[in-house]
């Protein structure tokens, strides 16, 4: 027998479709669910004035002229299944489907009918939020992780409403330890068992005020239990019970000082009648609870359907997925199976799908499942949650509280304390603003520590050698070295100002290289010499100029025994800082500098009559120290310091600069009076991600209508190196994020109309700001590769170019490749566009993945995918699998 899909399939085949089919018998099928059948509408002209009987003998004999390998058999079908085919005239398709309209929609039958690429409705946003959790199976924590959040947001001073509409079974009173004894305190009340609404207040009460009110689903009361009984074998035959439910709950709802901030609904696991209907007349966003320890790595069909269904009711709010792991021994810094690795990408994939089919997302471009990565938000065993009571948020794990955090942003939820409403300041213009600049030379902003910073304010420190990516304040790090008198400074960049030090490319640092005909090993023990005769004293380039005017041959003062005999009879040790090497000689004599440099900190380290008496601390791109002398792990060993900006202090970072920006300023000028009144916290980078991000989200908005992603999830995720899967090891660059604000503070400064409807900047010129900055970003990437990249053309295609030119042609041939791709056919495109050899093409690939570039697709061996922060730069197009 035929399934009812198949007979649909059938049935549309027989429709006249703008005028093509002209010889289908059918000019509309109309399909629609109201409870409990299936209705299924043919209808045409030609069953005008033909009986019922006739009209379905007419039908079958048209279904199987084009049913050529099995007869549809529709009457067999219509008397066993919950189906009812109707042969109509136009007439009574029309008085029938004002019949419909008075019938409930929201249902998993309908949700399932839904064409693929049909636009979904977008959800309101609505006060309160609505936040729906959801999953398919039982047993996953999903109550357990409500209360928590629900916990951790009345901690912060946040009027809760919980509801429990687990119809089958109710649990939330049983974690908070309360029961209602009324129908007016229950979800049953609203469906009609009571005429007022009042829930239980207090069931938990937090800080500043904050407390949770719940709503339980019946009554612990023996004589409930027949009328929740009905509730549950009824309700079913007709949603609109839940419907009205829901209305009623908007309509009962407290306002002013007693209004709920958020409201969140547990549902019934798997395709309850009452979940589709209170999603959809409460919206908000959904979290849905989903398993991955499948056998296979294939998600199967119904639950990609449930998942669609789900989100497609919240599209105008980003959805979240939360996966509870079974492994009690389990870390956020675990590695994933490829199966689960599959799955996650499978279900991610569906939320993006429904996100773009919203007629509020603007993205023309599919929407990758990385960029949702921080949407997938996996939750720990925790011995905390092995005792009988719910305990208190502070006492999970640290693994369980971040995913706790990163619930809240993923959901657009406030996600710091709450905050009253208070009168709004004129803005006015403050002085002795501080400036702040890409150049970390000139930059004046607040100096921002991490932990890997301060290990080098500790006198007598190890760490030599300093290495860091482009843009993550290696100059600025030598500025602060030097106001704290913890170095002299020896080479610094070019733009440099504010030291006494031989600036990269100045006249004097030029004229001192051709007096060394451009030999590496001569400028450097030359430059030591004079530093160490000047023994603290005046400007080092104003040394290098007296031996410029002497005509001093440079070889003359480099000899190893007389510089050594100079350093015995300092008063004190010195420490010499380094900077500046990026920009000293053109791009192919650099690394012979570097690694000269190298060879020359390595001989005072290795000898110990000297090596207590200077210090050489080189600040240097990581590109330029890979590979730069031999057994460059074993000298760096002990010594080496790589600056890694965190999160936390990458956002206390970008506070610092807020103040800085113009128009922000004066536009928001309470916030950037509050970021001032943290600045001691700011600058020690300990104020808390939550906090942190709470102050940018009074300025941002709280999600960008290009993905739909929220806002606090964009800051956390596209400044990072790291992909959504390895988010514990992400990087952020200073440079990155300034440009970032300062092109959005630029942009709205121009703007007529900056801010929303809510008074925050308008997404839109948030995703400006950012396409303009990654693009800068790959650009000063290009330098590094230069370094990096060891490109040539193969024998028959040989060509003469810069090694700038071949990284350049290199990275334009990646714009309008797919990622994810399986490496090994990139290669071969690669080299097909580019006609570089085939071992430099894999051999570059592999050195740009290495600083991540590029990062392994989970789950998918031999694939790869292009890092966050380069998909722009490279133009490659994101291709959904």
């Known amino acids: 027998m035929k399934s009812i899909s198949e007979i649909i399939t059938s049935l549309k085949s027989l429709t006249r479709v703008d005028g093509i089919n002209t010889t289908a018998h059918l000019c509309e099928l109309r399909i629609k669910f109201v409870a409990p059948s299936l209705h299924v509408d043919a209808i045409s002209k030609e069953f005008i004035g033909i009986d019922t009987d006739s009209r379905m003998d007419i039908?079958?004999?048209?279904?199987?002229?084009?049913?050529?390998?099995?007869?549809a058999m529709i009457?067999?079908?219509?008397?066993?299944?919950?189906?009812?085919?109707?042969?109509?005239?136009?007439?009574?398709?029309?008085?029938?489907?004002?019949?419909?309209?008075?019938?409930?929609?929201?249902?998993?039958?309908s949700s399932f009918l839904e064409e693929p690429h049909r636009k979904s409705t977008p959800a309101l946003e609505t006060t309160p939020k609505y936040v729906?959790?959801?999953?398919?199976?039982?047993?996953?924590?999903?109550?357990?992780?409500?209360?928590?959040?629900?916990?951790?947001?009345?901690?912060?001073?946040?009027?809760?409403?919980?509801?429990?509409?687990?119809?089958?079974?109710?649990?939330?009173?049983?974690?908070?330890?309360?029961?209602?004894?009324?129908?007016?305190?229950?979800?049953?009340?609203?469906?009609?068992?009571?005429?007022?609404?009042?829930?239980?207040?207090?069931?938990?009460?937090?800080?500043?005020?904050?407390?949770?009110?719940?709503?339980?689903?019946?009554?612990?009361?023996?004589?409930?239990?027949?009328?929740?009984?009905?509730?549950?074998?009824?309700?079913?035959?007709?949603?609109?019970?839940?419907?009205?439910?829901?209305?009623?709950?908007?309509?009962?709802?407290?306002?002013?000082?007693?209004?709920?901030d958020i409201i969140i609904v547990d549902h019934r696991t798997g395709i309850a009648s009452s979940v589709l209907p209170l999603i959809n007349r409460l919206p908000g966003a959904a979290v849905v609870f989903a398993r991955t320890d499948f056998n296979t790595a294939t998600v199967p069909s119904e639950l990609r359907r449930v998942v669609r269904a789900i989100f497609s009711n919240t599209a105008s709010i980003p959805g979240v997925f939360v996966s509870f792991s079974l492994d009690p021994n389990r870390a956020a810094s675990a590695a994933r199976s490829p199966i689960e690795a599959r799955v996650r990408e499978q279900l991610l994939g569906e939320l993006a799908s429904v996100i773009e089919s919203s007629d509020e997302v603007d993205s023309a471009n599919q929407i990758s499942t990385t960029d949702l990565s921080l949407n997938w938000i996996d939750w720990y065993h925790d011995r905390a949650l092995l005792e009988p009571a719910l305990p208190e948020v502070s006492r999970l794990q640290s693994d369980n509280i971040s995913s706790i955090n990163l619930l809240r942003e993923a959901l657009a939820l406030p996600v710091g304390r709450r905050r009253e409403l208070i009168p709004g300041k004129t803005g006015v213009a403050i002085t002795g603003k501080p400036s702040a600049s890409l150049s970390g030379a000139k930059d004046s902003g607040p100096f921002i520590h991490i932990p890997e910073?301060?290990?080098?304010?500790?006198?007598?420190?190890?760490y030599t050698y300093i290495l860091g990516r482009k843009g993550t304040g290696k100059t600025r790090l030598l500025n602060e070295m030097v106001q704290r008198s913890l170095g002299i400074p020896l080479l610094v960049a070019a733009d440099e100002t504010k030291t006494s030090a031989l600036?990269?490319?100045?006249?004097?640092?030029?004229?001192?290289?051709?007096?060394?005909?451009n030999d590496a090993p001569t400028f450097w023990w030359s430059l030591i010499r004079m530093a160490i005769e000047n023994d603290g004293g005046s400007s080092i380039e104003n040394v290098v100029k007296k031996y410029i005017e002497s005509n001093v041959d440079p070889k003359t003062i480099t000899d190893r025994l007389q510089i050594k005999t100079l350093l015995l009879k300092l008063r004190s040790p010195q420490v010499f800082l380094v900077d500046g090497l990026e920009t000293l000689v053109p791009a192919a004599r650099i690394k012979d500098f570097v690694t000269a440099l190298f060879e020359i900190m390595g001989t005072f380290q290795n000898d110990p009559s000297v090596a207590n008496r200077l210090t050489i601390r080189s600040f240097v791109r990581e590109d330029l120290a890979a590979n730069a002398i031999q057994n460059i792990e074993q000298q760096l060993e002990g010594r080496s310091l790589r600056l890694k900006w965190s999160?936390?202090?990458?956002?206390?970072?970008?506070?610092?600069?807020?103040?800085?920006?113009?128009?922000?300023?004066?536009?928001?000028?309470?916030?950037?009076?509050?970021?001032e009144e943290h600045q001691a916290t700011i600058q020690r980078s300990s104020l808390s991600e939550k906090d942190a991000t709470e102050l940018l989200l009074r300025i941002f908005p709280t999600r960008l209508r290009r993905n739909n992603l929220s806002t606090a999830t964009f800051l956390r995720l596209y400044f990072s190196d790291a992909g959504g899967d390895d988010t514990n090891k992400a990087t952020f660059y200073p440079?990155?994020?300034?440009?970032?604000?300062?092109?959005?503070?630029?942009?709205?400064?121009?703007?007529?109309?900056?801010?929303?409807?809510?008074?925050?900047?308008?997404?839109?010129?948030?995703?400006?700001?950012?396409d303009e900055a990654s693009g800068e970003f790959i650009s000063e990437t290009k330098q590094e590769l230069s370094h990096l990249l060891s490109l040539e053309y193969d024998g028959k295609n040989a060509q003469t170019n810069s090694d700038q030119d071949k990284v350049t042609k290199f990275i334009n041939a990646f714009a309008g490749l797919s990622t994810p791709f399986q490496h090994e056919a990139i290669i071969v495109e690669l080299q097909t566009k580019t006609k570089f050899s085939e071992k430099s093409v894999r051999e570059s690939l592999l050195r740009m993945k290495a600083i991540r570039m590029f990062e392994d697709r989970p789950g998918y061996a031999g694939w790869w995918r292009v890092g966050q922060l380069y998909k722009k730069g490279l133009l490659m197009k994101y291709v959904r699998n």
């Open 59 to 71: 039908l079958q004999a048209w279904l199987n002229e084009v049913s050529l390998d099995e007869p």
């Open 75 to 109: 009457l067999n079908t219509v008397a066993r299944l919950p189906i009812t085919v109707n042969a109509l005239t136009p007439e009574e398709a029309e008085d029938k489907a004002k019949w419909f309209d008075q019938a409930s929609q929201a249902s998993w039958v």
């Open 132 to 260: 729906h959790f959801y999953g398919y199976k039982g047993g996953q924590g999903r109550s357990t992780v409500l209360a928590l959040l629900a916990k951790a947001l009345a901690d912060d001073g946040y009027r809760i409403l919980l509801v429990d509409a687990d119809i089958e079974a109710p649990s939330l009173d049983l974690l908070f330890g309360v029961s209602a004894d009324t129908f007016a305190q229950t979800l049953m009340g609203l469906c009609g068992w009571a005429d007022e609404f009042q829930p239980i207040a207090g069931a938990y009460t937090g800080r500043f005020n904050g407390r949770i009110d719940l709503l339980p689903c019946r009554p612990r009361i023996e004589s409930a239990d027949l009328d929740f009984a009905l509730l549950v074998a009824t309700a079913p035959l007709d949603s609109r019970i839940y419907e009205n439910a829901a209305k009623k709950l908007q309509d009962s709802l407290p306002s002013g000082n007693d209004a709920y």
């Open 453 to 462: 910073i301060d290990k080098l304010f500790v006198p007598g420190n190890p």
């Open 503 to 517: 600036r990269s490319q100045s006249i004097e640092s030029q004229a001192w290289l051709e007096q060394c005909k």
């Open 647 to 675: 999160a936390v202090s990458i956002l206390n970072f970008a506070l610092s600069r807020i103040p800085t920006l113009d128009w922000i300023r004066s536009t928001f000028f309470d916030v950037c009076e509050e970021i």
């Open 735 to 770: 440079r990155l994020y300034l440009s970032f604000l300062q092109k959005l503070d630029a942009s709205a400064a121009e703007e007529p109309s900056p801010l929303d409807s809510d008074n925050r900047i308008k997404s839109s010129l948030l995703n400006r700001a950012y």
